[in-house]
């Protein structure tokens, strides 16, 4: 019983920078592990980053490594996806998505709720 509502998106040059939001609501959002996918036109979706529900550690893509931050803040029930040094490569739809179980974060089955998705469009 966890809605996710994405927003932040848009469209970027390469090398620019944008920053995603994940807004939730419902029960206990600080026990939830976040985590932000995507998927791109003709392809699967992509594990991009995630969190813990403490904030204390981080998982990440090595397409994303050194370029894309997640943090989180649950005072504003908000998880947030810094990304810069952009490529057109990192266009897509992306997706938050929370988990209860705080473990195998790098898989779409670890996540129990997902939003809808914001699109980022990189223009070279």
């Known amino acids: 019983q966890v809605q996710l509502v994405e927003s932040g998106g848009g469209l970027v040059q390469a090398g620019g920078s944008l920053k995603l939001s994940c807004a939730a609501s419902?029960?206990?959002?600080?026990?939830?592990?976040m985590g932000w996918f995507r998927q791109a036109p003709g392809k699967e979706r992509e594990f991009v980053v995630a969190?813990?529900?403490?904030?204390?550690?981080?998982y990440r893509a090595n397409s994303v490594k050194g370029r894309f931050t997640i943090s989180r803040d649950n005072a504003k029930n908000t998880v947030y996806l810094q990304m810069n040094s952009l490529n057109p490569e990192d266009t897509a739809v992306y997706y938050c998505?929370?988990?209860?179980?705080?473990?195998?974060?790098?898989?779409?089955?670890?996540?129990?709720?997902w939003g809808q998705g914001t699109q980022v469009t990189v223009s070279s």
């Open positions: 969190i813990n529900w403490s904030g204390g550690s981080t």
């Open positions: 998505a929370a988990g209860a179980n705080g473990s195998r974060l790098g898989i779409s089955s670890a996540y129990d709720y």
């Open positions: 419902g029960r206990t959002f600080s026990s939830y592990a």
